[in-house]
């Protein structure tokens, strides 16, 4: 299978605003490589480098040194973009526009024709059950329906690649599964999945590999089943990679 | 292209979803149509000072539309994360900044269409006249320096953290343009040097808006209008003022995080 995603000891350094502070290391020489139709977990505790990978894929942050594409293309050109969705935590789309109006927006971006525009929101609206709210300004809409418009808003030029950070944080049970079951259509259409959580439990139900960061390093990687191989459950696994040692009660 | 204009589509949406025209609109009609229902004085060139009072209004409302709009565009989209998904599309920076000035510009002038019809309908109400090309080319040169002002408080909203503070600091640059721009270069004569010099590059460094602001005077009073050949250099130097701004907002925002 081709690479479609990969870092190549990529280095993030910030530096610090207070005088002669050392500069914090995000990421410390990550190599990652993810191949085409896979649903791909990445793992880590908060403040572990998630979002800061995710951040120089999409061209948000420049890297201190290493490398980074996408379909082999440097992410600091627009055209990397071109074939990717994404879709980040938390966010509060547009609330004086309806859902329908912020697709199509996205769209005119990609440059969609208008029949395919209509065709894609049309299913898109389906995918995430939202053909009912569409004309709805986003404003009224609850957190769970906000987050699958971000969702059809990632779809909407047919990426190759879905990039997801935290897709399912602040949603109730109900809400996660929707979003789960649409990641599950989404990989049984061959779609590839970078996907940045802490809930493990999400993770191991539907990614096909996986990958612990922590402080900026790559601590693990492998299938789920390789992960867990020598430990009860992910979450064990997790805990043990990352370092961390339950206090005596 | 394409893109600037879907960005510029959204701003345009913003504005007329919101209520701040609205608001100020039905200010400007309410105040201007309870003083044209009074003659003080009984004066009978009474509609001078209502038109007076009309074009004022109608001034600081669109500069209040122009730059509260403009200021909360860029600060907006990275507090409610919206900024993210958009340049995670094949989206440069500087069609962001682009699209948004488009938007905001197109907005002020669709605004100024609203206010001038309304003026030309409280004028023709008294004076029974229709001069429409002195109309256009008083709202043209407003939209023009509207422009300039947009595309400073563009830049100012990647400079400034809150887009409160930056609409004040718009609004007391603006205002200070408006009301003593034309006197520098007088007041930089009565000092000693280096504050003369530094005066006197600020006089030539500023852009002067004050005489589009005077062209009030023109429609008030029923003077001729102004040859079509100044409106072009007068829109050619603002235009000049807008551009630096944005190529100062583009540097500016090309090197910013945006996470």
Partial sequence: ?249 | MRTVFALAGVVIKELYRRKDFYVLFILTIVICVVMASVNIYNDTEIIRYIKALCLLLIWISSLVIAITTTARQIPAEREQRTLLPLLAKPLTRTQLIFGKFLGCWLACGLVLVCFYAFFGVLAASREHAWPLLNYFQAAFLHWMVLGVVIAMTLLGSLVFAAPSSNATICFVLVTMILCVGRYLDEVALKMHEPLRSLVYVLYFAIPHLEWAFGMRNLIVHDWPMIGWNFVGLATLYLLAYAAIFLAAACLVFRRKAVN
């Fill in chain 1, 1 to 249: 299978m081709s690479v479609i995603l990969k870092t190549e000891k990529l280095r993030v350094e910030f530096k610090s605003r207070e005088f002669r502070q050392a500069p914090k290391i995000a990421l410390r020489g990550l190599d990652l490589e993810v191949s085409a139709g896979e649903v791909f977990g990445f793992l880590g505790p908060n403040g572990a480098g998630k979002t800061t990978t995710i951040n120089v894929l999409l061209g948000f942050v420049q890297p201190t040194s290493g490398a980074a594409g996408l379909f082999g293309i440097d992410v600091r050109q627009p055209i990397a973009r071109q074939r990717i969705g994404y879709l980040p935590e938390m966010t509060y789309y547009y609330k004086f526009l309806s859902a329908e109006e912020l697709l199509r927006f996205y769209a005119k971006i990609f440059g969609l024709s208008r029949s395919e525009t209509d065709r894609r929101i049309e299913n898109l609206l389906k995918l995430v059950e939202l053909e009912h709210a569409s004309k709805r300004q986003i404003k009224t809409y609850s957190k769970g329906m906000q987050q699958r418009v971000g969702l059809a808003q990632a779809l909407i030029n047919n990426p190759d690649l879905l990039v997801l950070d935290e897709p399912t944080s602040g949603l109730d049970p109900v809400g996660r599964m929707k979003v789960r079951e649409i990641i599950q259509r989404l990989k049984n259409e061959g779609k590839t999945v970078f996907f940045a959580s802490h809930e493990l439990g999400e993770v191991e139900t539907v990614c096909d590999r996986v990958a612990i960061i922590n402080e900026g390093e790559l601590k693990a990687i492998g299938t789920v089943g390789e992960i867990v191989a020598q430990h009860p459950s992910l979450e064990k696994a997790f805990l043990e990679v990352i370092g961390y040692k339950p206090q005596p009660a």
